[in-house]
């Protein structure tokens, strides 16, 4: 009998680790990726090791992307869309659409993976994201870094002070996020601790609400970067230049009482996960709904892969934020719940 | 060694058979979501559960999650599914009294009420989770001082009670007041416990209930909402940082003080505030069960300096141990929230699935090799070893002992290759391990 194929839309770290180990358990895999290349924003981000392993887990977004290349079982299609999928009896067909060439596939499973999109900063004015030169998002710092190793200002010289600016995007019901991205804390601290260890008399200032304590270590990690920068319980509301090539943040000084302004070099904005643009469209496309932060919903919370239909399931950050092992985790239990489910075909 | 213990060559790697049983090590939510998870995929499992309930003692625990469904019914709805599914074998007042051999073909000796029987799996997962104390502050209202789970089950009694047609419930007193301290644990399920009993109680009286947190966590579906319902409702939170709120007794009852952002005095100075509170609320910690220790001892797995066990690569294989076949679940190694605590139980019942499922298991491709005729059984490797996967056994060849590489067990890490003193041991790769194609070159010692 000829094995059951599993459809994985979506070629992040999330879609490679459901499809090798679909592949490992011998079924039929095929990956479709909408952009040029798999490995999603994973993919993008830097090693954030100083003297020690931080457990960012950039580097196992490396060694999936090596293993689903290395992995001739499984067929992968990039720069191809999933237009349509119908079901009839017990298969599922989808229509694939690469570059006007529509393909028609036949399935037993599908597994949604397609990921999330970062917030985009321009949605706060307040924090001059894309007009002053300095500001950047955490994602742009991550690519800085993966490509030059460390941080620099736009004029090329070296920060000695620099903010960060934590739930951009996130914690924010006037725009409609009502919900906390959960990776934004670990990766600035992380981000934050890197650099220091690479320009030794950074200051660094972190705006913040509530620290998300969670993961193993990471609360220890957390009060040590206490010892090393000032953290600010408060979310500035203005970042502006001030014509001499520095920052100023305007923030609520709650411990006295008034409005406070500082000069810092860089500012930093921990933008948090939004779902990927055609969440909706794509949702509408398999027929499962998507829950009111904008994510594909998993209705019964004690199954966080199941979307209500049956034969689809969901892995990683399009399901809601995740930080890249909670995304191989789910990733691996949606891979689990899909092989379950094909064994009673 | 029985019969598995054997290596055959089929196709491209070698294969040796292995038992399909799994053995599951704790009842309690992990282990039961990890036993209906290998039920799904097609797997026996024998369930042991120390005490007499198949849920094990997690009355407190689970008082923790904070979830929008409630704990206890979540339970009853997983353990009502557990107790029907012919694929799951229970042994309560059950442990573990050794196990032997290694990933495929584990014999197991438990102790079931008193009396031992043995048993053979392929793959154990432990699921062991966590225990709960709290030490109360010496006050003069200890009847005033109540743990989370404490107020956790009152509630659950009130609603109960109110429920069952009995009058609305008046128990709640006027004021209630938590401290939620971060305290060194890897998750903060505390605060999210405080917030969601603060908003029980403010949907059940009219009195004022007060929160004071370091940080409050909203990572999590629903979390930030809960928490923007809760302040909605008027539950006060106050913020702290290393100004912890004091406890102090007055002539009625008991105070808090703790310092209010938000209010600034005329001095230009935050006010510290004094609540007086009829209930005051401080939630348990959570440590590794007592008996962590001698399981670590009897499984040859390794603890992590908080004494949770040790999982094999935080990243790479996070519910993996040191040894090959033996999975890690949920608390046993962190303290999670219930979400991640689900998906890892599936994700486990996965890796046990990649290892055994076809009845047989694929030998690494690079592993270590020892040349019998140079061995002294000095034990080094056999001390060294990180994943348990070397034994003494009669050498035909040479007619005398000799350490042996258990060839599924090991992981080609070359740590044995690297301390063996007399060079005995080699890295071999490729189809059959005998047939070296790359020589170890031992380490200098020291390195």
Not at chain 1, 24 to 38: A, C, K, N
Not at chain 1, 69 to 74: A, K, L, V
Not at chain 1, 272 to 294: C, E, F, H, I, K
Not at chain 2, 190 to 199: D, E, K, L, M
């Amino acid at each position: 009998m000829r094995q059951p194929a599993v459809l994985v839309v979506g070629g992040g770290v999330a879609g490679i680790t459901s499809a090798l180990s679909l592949a490992e358990s011998g079924l039929r895999v095929h990956v479709v990726e909408r952009d040029e290349d798999i490995g999603g924003h994973g993919a993008k981000l830097c090693c954030k090791a100083t003297e020690v392993c931080h457990q960012c887990g950039a580097c196992i977004v490396a060694d999936k992307i090596e293993g689903l290349r290395s992995n001739t079982g499984i067929s992968v299609m990039t720069r191809t869309e999933l237009r349509r999928l119908e079901r009839n009896d017990r298969e599922f067909q989808a229509h694939l659409v690469r570059r006007d060439n529509g393909e028609d596939v036949s399935l037993n499973a599908v597994i949604v993976a397609t990921g999330f999109a970062p917030f985009d900063a321009r949605h706060k004015p307040q924090f001059g994201y894309k007009e002053c030169a300095d500001v950047l998002t955490g994602l742009d710092l991550e690519e800085q870094i993966r490509a030059t190793g460390s941080v620099q200002r736009s004029d090329g010289r070296r920060p000695r002070t620099i903010a960060f600016i934590q739930c951009v995007g996130s914690r924010d019901a006037h725009i409609g996020n009502n919900y906390c991205s959960g990776v934004c804390c670990k990766y600035a601290l992380r981000m934050a601790s890197l650099l220091q260890s690479r320009i030794p008399d950074l200051e660094v200032t972190v705006f913040y609400m509530d620290i998300q304590i969670g993961g193993k270590g990471f609360y220890e990690f957390y009060q040590g970067c206490r010892k090393r920068m000032r953290f600010t319980r408060a979310i500035p509301t203005k970042v502006a230049g001030n014509g001499s090539g520095t920052l100023e943040v305007r923030y609520e000084d709650v411990e006295r009482g008034h409005l406070a302004e500082e000069t810092f070099d860089m500012v930093v904005l921990s933008v948090g996960m939004v779902p990927a643009p055609d969440t909706t469209d794509l949702a509408q496309a398999l027929g499962v709904s998507v829950n009111r932060d904008g994510f594909f919903s998993a209705p019964d919370p004690l199954e966080a892969n199941q979307t209500d239909v049956e034969g689809i399931f969901l892995a990683g950050s399009c399901h809601g934020p995740k930080d890249i092992e909670g995304s191989i985790a789910h990733a691996q239990a949606a891979a689990m719940r899909t092989i379950s489910f094909l064994g009673t075909l | 060694m029985n019969e598995t213990g054997k290596t055959r060559a089929s196709g491209n790697a070698q294969k040796v058979p292995v038992n399909k049983q799994v053995l599951v090590v704790g009842g309690g939510l992990s282990g039961i979501e990890a036993a209906l998870s290998l039920s799904a995929l097609g797997y026996e499992t024998t369930l042991v559960e120390q005490s007499d309930s198949p849920t094990g003692d997690t009355a407190g625990i689970l008082a923790l999650y904070g979830l929008a469904e409630e704990p206890a019914q979540l339970m009853e709805r997983r353990m009502a599914e557990a107790r029907e599914n012919p694929r799951i074998h229970f042994l309560l007042q059950a442990s573990i009294v050794y196990v032997k051999g290694s990933a495929g073909d584990f014999q197991v000796r438990i102790d079931h009420a008193g009396t031992v029987c043995d048993r053979d799996f392929g793959a154990i997962a432990v699921a062991t989770g966590v225990e709960v104390d709290i030490e109360l502050p010496d006050t003069d209202f200890p009847q005033k001082v109540v743990t989370c789970s404490e107020l956790e089950s009152r509630l659950a009694n009130l609603r109960y009670r109110y429920r069952t047609g009995g009058r609305k419930p008046s128990g709640i007193p006027e004021n209630v007041c938590f401290i939620v301290e971060d305290s060194g644990e890897d998750s903060a399920i505390h605060s999210t416990s405080a917030i969601r009993n603060a908003v029980a109680i403010k949907k059940r009286s009219r009195g004022n209930v007060f929160v004071c947190c370091q940080n409050v966590n909203v990572s999590g579906e629903g979390l930030e909402r809960l928490y923007s319902e809760a302040r909605s409702q008027g539950v006060v939170i106050f913020k702290f940082d290393d100004e912890k709120p004091q406890i102090s007794s007055t002539d009625t009852g008991l105070s808090v003080t703790v310092r209010d952002r938000s209010a600034v005095a005329q001095s230009g100075q935050t006010a510290l505030v004094e609540i007086e509170c009829d209930l005051l609320v401080l939630p348990e910690r959570i440590r590794p069960p007592s008996n962590t220790a001698s399981l670590q001892s009897v499984l040859q797995v390794r603890l992590d300096p908080s004494n949770y066990l040790q999982e094999n690569n935080v990243w790479l294989k996070p519910t993996a141990s040191n040894r090959k076949g033996i999975f890690f679940v949920g608390e046993c190694r962190a303290s999670f929230n219930l979400g991640d605590i689900l998906t890892e139980a599936r994700s486990t019942a996965l890796a046990v699935h990649n290892l055994i499922g076809r009845g047989e298991a694929s030998l690494p491709a690079a592993r270590a090799v020892v040349d019998a005729s140079r061995c002294a059984v000095c034990l080094t490797c056999l001390r060294s070893c990180p994943h348990g996967a070397v034994e003494v056994v009669f050498d035909d060849m040479t007619r005398g002992k000799a350490a042996r590489i258990i060839d599924i067990a090991c992981d080609g890490c070359g740590v044995c290759v690297a301390e063996c003193p007399a060079r005995a041991i080699h890295m071999a790769a490729g189809r059959n391990a005998e047939e070296a194609v790359v020589d170890g070159q031992p380490a200098q010692a020291g390195v």
